[in-house]
């Protein structure tokens, strides 16, 4: 199946569409600090770096490619970056409309649920979450 131009992708991971099949995204910043004592008593936080992190969470997610709703890169994609260590292009649109916005990311965490097996079309269902922590 190639890719249905009719759905907008938002989410380009490593060059790659990544499905919008039951797909809810967020985002969040994680600040690292460090906290001083100084010689007169008073406190001081200083801010180390701020770094967006970045959920896509999908429900009943095909493994299979073809079996996306859209034709776009699923759960066995998803699986393989996951297992990788290192890091990858990460492109977004938080608007149809707007341009993309291109960081570098890693995977912070990966989760998946096997929800079934489909045996005559040699394809399984997940419920995934993957976190991507800008590098």
Partial sequence: MTPDTAITHLVVLNNHEITEH???FSSSMTTSSSN??????????FIKNVKNL?????????????????GRRGRDYLYSL?????QFNLSIKLNPDDPFYDTVV???SYNETLL?????????YYNVDISLKEK
């Fill in 106 to 108: 890693y995977v912070d």
């Fill in 36 to 45: 001083v004592e100084l010689a007169n008593g008073n406190k001081r936080r």
């Fill in 82 to 86: 996951a297992t990788m260590s290192s």
């Fill in 22 to 24: 039951n797909r809810v």
């Fill in 54 to 70: 970045y959920t896509l969470s999908f429900t009943w997610l095909p493994s299979l490619q073809t079996e996306t709703i859209d």
């Fill in 116 to 124: 079934r097996r489909d045996i005559s079309a040699q394809c399984a």
